[in-house]
């Protein structure tokens, strides 16, 4: 007799049930044995990147895989709002997006479209042959299936934030999330998201997303922003990445071992 199997708790019930903000990290090597490692380090969440990452669905899906089981919370990050690429990550298994470049209160209905069965949305249904339902093994999953998912979006143009309470008001936009580096980029400031006009454009979206009563999350590896951020009402925050631990570990311990080159002087000759 097959087992039944209950989907887990989504990070939109995490955010719901925490009592404080929830920190995480980006897990962007496409390793499952990196991603299994950051998964038991204490974190809340993880993000899984397939936006900037060498990431497919076969190692999404080796990651979640290898996650799965830790108490932490996991959101995969798609390379782009398409109705297609969603439906497939969905039907992998994953429970929490992270959907990036959203402009607009039309695109956000998009995506929420994307991650639901008709009559309320355009996901194609593939249950009986993916890992979402556990090849049906999770009771009535096609109807329950919306109430499995949660879909953050995220805010990084200027566009977006003009537009951001109404990006709010989505039904079944479940938060909202900044990433100030595209943001700065947006803004004619490119590599500035310290940029005091950058800040105050995330802090902008904070304030909305707690008037619309919705969790608000940013990307902040500075730690004294992150805190500013936390302390402006963020209820999640990314505080690092698995290849930025791994390039700056690395490189102290090659500058606590490995002696600087001596550069000779150079002699000058005049030839004759």
Known sequence: MPLRVEPDPTFRHALAASDRPLAGMWVCSG?????????GAGLDWLLIDAEHSPNGLESILAQLQAVHGYPVQVLVRPPVNDTIVIKQY??????????PMVNSAAEAEAAVAATRYPPHGVRGVGSALARSARWNRTPDYLARASETVSLTVQIESVAAVAAVDSILAVDGVDGIFMGPSDLAASMGLLGQQEHPEVRAAVEHC???????GKPAGVNAFNPGTAR????????FVLVGADVALLARGSEALAADFVPS?????VETRTSY
């Open 31 to 39: 390793s499952p044995l990196v991603a299994e490692i950051c998964a």
């Open 90 to 99: 969905l039907d992998l298994g994953v429970q929490n997006l992270l959907v």
């Open 206 to 212: 904070l304030a909305a997303a707690k008037q619309a």
């Open 228 to 235: 500013s951020y936390l302390a402006a009402g963020a209820s």
């Open 261 to 265: 080159p001596v550069v000779e002087p």
